[in-house]
């Protein structure tokens, strides 16, 4: 499949894949006769599987990491890249349980936002008014 296919595919600009590829994001991509990207099933795993990792916030650095150890000795490099993968798992779980928390706050203000609106315009109401009238003085 060419590169325009598997732009279209993933949603992923040729520029994004090339830079996959250049970086060591992904193994090389094999060409064809012509010298073009020629991707197989087995360079979409592996465009498939960055894209997933860059989505959660896996950083290039900890994906390059993960590709140089896959290529260097893919058996050997198991339990350290898996290690990769925990590391990032732990992360993306720590994001999630903060963005969990926002999410409950910001329910629980929705929830009580006409409560909360009603009291504290009651309570400011005065205030502004003073503000207002202090300022309408100072023009005059």
């Not at 830079?19 to 991707?39: A, K």
């Not at 008014?129 to 005059?140: I, S, T």
Request: aromatic share 12%.
């Amino acid at each position: 499949m060419n590169i325009s296919a598997v732009s279209k595919k993933f949603d992923l600009s040729p520029d994004t894949l090339r830079y996959y590829e250049r970086e060591g994001l992904i193994p090389p991509v094999h060409r064809n006769e012509s010298g073009y990207r020629d991707y197989d099933n087995y360079d979409m795993n592996w465009i498939y599987f960055v894209k997933c990792m860059r989505k959660a916030g896996v950083s290039v650095e900890s994906m390059i990491e993960y590709t140089n150890l896959f290529l260097k000795n893919r058996e050997g490099t198991a339990e350290a890249r898996k290690d990769i993968l925990r590391e990032q798992k732990a992360e993306i779980e720590e994001k999630i349980f903060d963005l969990q928390q926002t999410l409950d706050y910001l329910n629980y203000k929705i929830d009580n936002f006409d409560d909360h609106l009603k009291n504290f315009e009651d309570r400011l109401d005065p205030y502004i008014q003073r503000k207002l009238k202090k300022e309408n003085n100072d023009q005059k």
